[in-house]
């Protein structure tokens, strides 16, 4: 099952995660529903700010909406269960403290203890994050 989720790193930067059917989501992610779905809907509103921005360009392409929006976006590794590679990264990212209060507080638990734009990451279960280097 296709599911994106969102969290925040330590700068205060927004990414959208596209899970592809990856269980190993944090669970403060599915939390709430509603929130989550509020998340989207406010993401999904706002004007596009910048042109696409696909690192590999291609089918990657149609997977930049929250890029031009300032959103990170990563995209789950097939068979690597909470791997991500980089699909997309915003030029001027949004920070959490530009959106409304209970976005922002659905994102205190959705916080990463890393930077957003390595080209790998490795989330787990509880919100543990790590950067993962290429080839890994």
Do not use: C, I, K
Request: glycine share 8%; proline share 10%; hydrophobic share 45%.
């Amino acid at each position: 099952m296709e599911f994106d989720w969102f969290a925040a790193d330590g700068a205060g930067h927004l990414a959208q995660f596209l899970a592809a059917g990856d269980s190993t989501v944090p669970e403060a992610a599915l939390a709430s529903e509603e929130q989550l779905e509020a998340l989207h809907v406010w993401l999904d509103t706002r004007s596009e700010a910048e042109p696409p921005n696909a690192l590999a360009g291609g089918f990657d392409e149609h997977l930049t909406p929250p890029q031009r929006r300032g959103a990170y976006v990563y995209d789950a590794l097939p068979d690597q269960p909470g791997h991500y590679r980089l699909v997309a990264a915003p030029r001027t990212p949004l920070n959490v403290a530009e959106m409304p209060g209970p976005q922002q507080a659905y994102l205190v638990t959705l916080t990463l203890p890393l930077r957003f734009g390595a080209a790998r990451l490795w989330v787990g279960p509880e919100g543990e994050a790590r950067v993962v280097a290429v080839g890994d």
